[in-house]
């Protein structure tokens, strides 16, 4: 069952003109599975995403979220895959994998028609970044603070902004005292509470 999510107590979605987007929280602040929904609301409104994660949870999350109609989603081990599953609307690649996950963004032909997702974005070495920074449709997830390229984020042109506690680094965001499970979202169009309603 899809989860929703509501910006200031109205239902919210989010569109592929609304990213870059920067999703920063600490573990157990609910910014992964705020994530999560955004990206499955995009991919039932068919858009095409790459899904790498440093931890296997959030793929299982996914998957719950966007139902029991998996046929359009390729699972990604090797490049080998890509090879025979390219035109999936979602890849998903293997956890962790940082050479599987260059190798992709390196070879996919269209790679600018998808929105790829990095979450985790605190567990990764530069390497993974380098080829992203161009890129209009990313969403980068995790802990910024803690994150090698915090500050070349930083300095990306961020259209959503998304923070569930006031990030060390300099960014354009000043986050109130928030409730548990509560981030504050800013961005050229909004900005406000939001948070996710489990179904």
Known sequence: MHDKIYLNKEPYMITESDLPCLVTYKSGMGGSHLTVTLVSDLALRGSKIIFFTAYPMAGDNFLKQIGTNHSNIAFIN???????????????????????????VNSIPDL????????????????????????????????????????????????????????????????????????????????????????
């Open 112 to 199: 600018q028609e998808r929105i790829v997702l990095i979450k985790n974005i605190e567990m990764f070495t530069s390497k993974v970044f380098e080829n992203c920074f161009a890129l209009e449709k990313i969403i980068l997830s995790g802990d910024i603070d803690n994150c090698i390229a915090k500050e070349k984020i930083s300095k990306l042109n961020l259209k959503t902004l998304i923070a569930f506690n006031q990030p060390e680094i300099n960014l354009p965001i000043k986050i109130g005292t928030l409730e548990k499970y509560i981030g504050y979202l800013q961005s050229d169009k909004k900005s406000g509470n939001i948070s996710v309603k489990i179904n």
């Open 78 to 104: 090797s490049i080998s895959d890509l090879k025979s599953q390219s035109e999936a609307q979602i890849l998903i690649l293997e956890s962790g994998n940082e050479q599987l996950f260059i190798d992709v």
